[in-house]
């Protein structure tokens, strides 16, 4: 089958095989459509994923410094993540969730789907980012 169909973000959507991706990015001319994420972009993602809702505070204390408000604008500019609810901390200040693009982008069907982080840690990932590629 050329085009298969798969089960993404609580849908189903068509997918293309990758072998045909540069046949196809050449003749729709939509260039490569690359999120453009950084491995410590990609990292701060990962951790909003597992700890959502989150504040920035949340994030600095799982990296040990401040994450930036453009990191989250960025991220938040592509879709990848959504305002969650206001903390009940001092100040309400605002958390951050993943959005259904995010779903989408990392073909998962729903949070349940990203890798056990006790797994993860046994295949020696533990104090590492998790590296992932983005097209």
Do not use: C, N
Request: no cysteine.
């Amino acid at each position: 089958m050329a085009i298969p169909i798969a089960q993404v973000a609580g849908g189903w959507m068509f997918r293309t095989r990758p072998v045909y991706a540069p046949a196809i990015r050449a003749a729709a001319d939509v260039g490569d459509q690359v999120l453009g994420l950084s491995a410590f972009d990609i990292a701060v993602l990962g951790a909003i994923a597992y700890h959502q809702p989150i504040t920035r505070d949340g994030l600095k204390d799982i990296f040990g410094k401040e994450i930036s408000r453009d990191l989250i604008g960025r991220l938040h500019a592509q879709s990848l993540i959504g305002a969650g609810p206001r903390s009940p901390r001092r100040g309400a200040p605002y958390t951050y969730v993943t959005t259904e693009k995010f779903l989408v982008a990392f073909g998962l069907e729903s949070l349940h789907d990203l890798p056990d982080r006790e797994q993860m840690e046994d295949a020696g990932f533990q104090g590492e980012p998790l590296q992932v590629g983005v097209t």
